[in-house]
T-cell receptor, first 112, second 113 residues
Framework: GDSVTQMEGPVTLSEEAFLTINCTYT??????LFWYVQYPGEGLQLLLK?????DKGSNKGFEATYRKETTSFHLEKGSVQVSDSAVYFC???????????FGRGTSLIVHP | NAGVTQTPKFQVLKTGQSMTLQCAQD?????MYWYRQDPGMGLRLIYY???????DKGEVPNGYNVSRLNKREFSLRLESAAPSQTSVYFC????????????FGPGTRLTVT
């Protein structure tokens, strides 16, 4: 079946550091890929998406590129802020599937 | 426009008690979902409703029932709560099941003692 694997957290960084959160996937066909963010005490919200190979999703300074050859969708940001502290979920939605498959989430803690 | 709302925000139950978690959306979405979130487990789908009048089991439906009351509302019922159901419960909606984006409510933190 479909699955998403994310790096274990927490990831702890200082403000203005470079961020990478790794995500790899297994799916039949060509899924759409997503990153969701969950701020403390809130529900998940969509951060960015990519629907086909080589697409780059971007939002709020975050980027992720759909790499079919490595089945990856790593999240990056050049300079993190304290306000980026949250849990980040990688997810996929396979063609014809009603339901997205979520990774386990990676907690990011940014210190001033 | 409130998006997806859930009640209650917090609840403590004793083993064997029952309760219903309420969810409503005001975005005229066709599809609604119930997830549970446990530490280290990510999100797991309990039930979903592709459209008004239909419901289907997700990954972890045992111990739960759902009702799609109308297009706006989708409730989750625990008939006889167990400590294993201690979790954070999220309701979500999407325009339809083919949509890319789901919109999540703020969650209900449930503790069963």
């Amino acid at each position: 079946g479909d699955s998403v694997t994310q790096m274990e957290g927490p990831v702890t960084l200082s403000e203005e550091a470079f961020l990478t959160i790794n995500c790899t996937y297994t799916a039949t066909g060509y899924p759409s890929l997503f990153w969701y963010v969950q701020y403390p005490g809130e529900g998940l919200q969509l951060l960015l998406k990519a629907t086909k190979a080589d697409d780059k999703g971007s939002n709020k300074g975050f980027e992720a590129t759909y790499r079919k050859e490595t089945t990856s969708f790593h999240l990056e940001k050049g300079s993190v802020q304290v306000s980026d502290s949250a849990v980040y979920f990688c997810a996929l939605k396979a063609g014809g599937s009603y339901i997205p498959t979520f990774g386990r989430g990676t907690s990011l803690i940014v210190h001033p | 426009n409130a998006g997806v709302t859930q009640t209650p925000k917090f609840q403590v139950l004793k083993t064997g008690q029952s309760m219903t978690l309420q969810c409503a959306q005001d975005m005229n979405h066709n599809s609604m979902y119930w997830y549970r979130q446990d530490p280290g487990m990510g999100l797991r789908l309990i039930y979903y409703s592709a459209s008004e009048g239909t419901t289907d089991k997700g990954e972890v439906p045992n111990g739960y029932n759902v009702s799609r009351l109308n297009k706006r509302e989708f409730s989750l019922r625990l008939e006889s709560a167990a400590p294993s159901q201690t979790s954070v419960y999220f309701c979500a909606s999407s325009k339809d099941t083919g949509s890319y984006e789901q919109y999540f409510g703020p969650g209900t933190r449930l503790t069963v003692t």
